[in-house]
C-alpha cells in the first residue's frame, strides 16, 4: 500500500505532466499562428526579455486574430 508522500508525489507528477502538457500545446499554437519556430519561441519567453516579448506576441496574435473576424 503506497504511503501518503507516494501519493502526493503521483498526484504532482501528473499536475507537472499536465502543464506541460498544456505548455507545449500553447507553444505549437503560438508557432502556427506567428510562423515562428517553436524554438525560437521557448528561447523568446525564457530569455530575460521575456515578459516584453510575451506582450509582443499577444498584440501580433490580438491583431492577427481580430482581422480574421473583420
Do not use: R, W
Not at 500553447?26 to 525564457?46: K, N, P
Request: net charge negative; hydrophobic share 35%; charged share 15%.
Amino acid at each position: 500500500m503506497p504511503t501518503p508522500s507516494h501519493q502526493v508525489g503521483n498526484g504532482t507528477n501528473q499536475e507537472t505532466e499536465n502543464c506541460l502538457d498544456s505548455f507545449l500545446g500553447a507553444l505549437e499554437y503560438l508557432s502556427e499562428a506567428t510562423g515562428l519556430s517553436i524554438e525560437d519561441i521557448a528561447d523568446l519567453l525564457s530569455s530575460k526579455e521575456g515578459p516584453v516579448g510575451a506582450m509582443v506576441l499577444a498584440g501580433h496574435l490580438q491583431t492577427t486574430t481580430k482581422a480574421q473576424t473583420d
